[in-house]
């Protein structure tokens, strides 16, 4: 992945951070919790809903599985249809991909459609550096990219921000990226979507390049698909004379009846519509409409690793629905930059580290950052497991030894040693009793443990002599 985010903190740094963060924790838990309900009364109105679940497993499973085949029969489909294919096996190269394709069309500015593949990679920044201005269109990440921020959330990636500090952010910054917000903006939804549509149409209008990315690509037939909900991503697709879409390879589906599934399952649980207002499908060139040139970028970057690991590949069946964001407690209270990922929440937990892997202090420590609830595992729409990844990630963490990880292995080591000898134990058990009133609330030697966590008291008397008096 983009070292764009690398260098931050360890997760709990961060967290701890951001949990006295008055305002944050106010939006988030109202988006959240809005957004939550929301999606549980839509999922509910579809009886078959677990039968859903069960196929996009399986349909993801399978194409994971057999994953070069359906590959190879897109680059074909896509080819045959005037598009030209690009494979790029990491964050660098597809940069340089689509910076020399942009330049080879003379173009200095590019309008993009949500793509979380090109915010992974840092496709903004690397075109800036070569002298290519790129236009976030999506509402949201428009917040973003004027607020000079980052993104916090998959579907909604400004919503650590409320209405007040948006219209700030548009009378502020608009007018040094294009047309300027009006004046006398309020805060209304309306009035602050109509300031983003002003400011991007003239983009729209003028732009001859697009990138994007797609949520699915169809093997069969090289047809790409992308979901939304404002039109925008309409906008980027087909006014453009040349259409550059950088995708995961993990985003492939078989055949236009597996498709048929994700498009039931994913706006429900995305945005709990019942089908997204814009589904957008483009399968290669055409003389009459659209853009004149296409180019897909296949975007490996880790997924590959990702797909050899028989426990953590099932972080690669995501749809990038973020319903596993909207019901975590600590996602709720710690938002989303607290993971150092534009992947936030329990997918980025298991997805960024291996992706990136653990060598970093940032990715080490994801795999930490839940409660093991198993709320996430409940409302994924392709039942992936994330407390299993997690436990199986944390192994490999510990795995990698480290001061903590030595201290924790002499620790349980010496606990079973005391386990396996009753008398050993059941003395440990009388001197702690008989101590208990000297014991500190904080534990000597093992402050990451006990920074936010207090001792539990002991009782006077051990189960084991309440046993022994009553039980005799």
């Not at 269109?137 to 579907?155: F, K, M, N, Y």
């Not at 790409?224 to 991503?233: F, R, T, Y």
Request: net charge neutral; glycine share 8%; hydrophobic share 40%.
């Amino acid at each position: 992945m983009s070292g764009t985010y690398l260098g931050m903190p360890s997760f709990p740094r961060a967290a701890a951070e951001a949990v006295n963060d008055a305002t944050l924790r106010a939006n988030l838990r109202h988006a959240t919790h809005t957004i939550r309900d929301k999606r549980a009364r839509a999922v509910a109105e579809l009886e078959d809903w677990a039968l859903l679940r069960e196929a996009g497993k399986q349909i993801k499973n399978h194409t994971l599985r057999h994953l070069d085949r359906y590959l190879e029969q897109l680059e074909a489909a896509v080819t045959a249809a005037g598009g030209t294919v690009h494979w790029a096996a990491d964050a660098d190269e597809a940069n340089r991909i689509v910076a020399g394709l942009v330049k080879a069309t003379g173009e200095s500015e590019v309008v993009k459609v949500k793509s979380m593949a090109t915010q992974e990679i840092g496709l903004n920044e690397a075109l800036e550096a070569e002298g290519i201005a790129a236009y976030e269109t999506d509402l949201a990440e428009l917040i973003v990219q004027l607020g000079h921020d980052r993104p916090s959330h998959i579907l909604v990636p400004a919503i650590h921000r409320n209405r007040g500090e948006i219209r700030d952010i548009f009378r502020k910054e608009m007018g040094h990226w294009g047309r300027a917000a009006p004046e006398g903006l309020a805060d209304t939804p309306a009035e602050l979507a109509e300031a983003a549509r002003l400011h991007l149409r003239e983009k729209f209008l003028r732009a001859k390049v697009g990138v994007s990315g797609a949520n699915f690509m169809v093997a069969e037939t090289g047809t790409l698909v992308v979901v939304e909900s404002e039109g925008n991503g309409r906008m980027c697709l087909t006014l453009p004379e040349t259409l550059i879409s950088v995708v995961g390879i993990e985003k492939v589906v078989p055949t236009w009846r597996d498709l048929e599934v994700f498009l039931q399952t994913l706006p429900r649980s995305s945005t709990a519509e019942r089908m997204n207002p814009y589904t957008s499908m483009w399968t290669g060139t055409a003389d009459a409409d659209g853009p004149r040139t296409f180019h897909l970028v296949l975007l490996d970057n880790g997924r590959t690793q990702t797909l050899a690991d028989e426990v953590g590949r099932q972080a690669l069946r995501c749809i990038r629905c973020s319903a596993c964001l909207n019901v975590c407690p600590v996602y709720e209270r710690a938002g989303g930059h607290a993971y150092g990922s534009v992947y936030p929440g329990p997918i980025g937990a298991i997805l960024s580290p291996q992706l990136r892997g653990i060598q970093s202090e940032i990715d080490a420590s994801l795999p930490y950052a839940s409660s093991l609830c198993g709320a996430c595992y409940e409302v994924c729409p392709v039942a992936i497991d994330i407390p299993e990844v997690l436990v199986h990630l944390r192994e490999r963490v510990a795995d990698r030894g480290g001061k903590g990880h030595r201290i924790e292995k002499a620790m349980i080591k010496a606990a079973g040693w005391v386990l396996d000898h009753p008398a050993a134990l059941a003395a440990g058990e009388k001197a702690a009793g008989t101590t208990r009133r000297l014991h500190p609330k904080r534990l000597p030697g093992a402050g990451a443990w006990t920074a936010d966590r207090e001792l539990p008291e002991l009782p006077a008397q051990s189960f084991r002599d309440w046993w022994k008096k009553n039980r005799r």
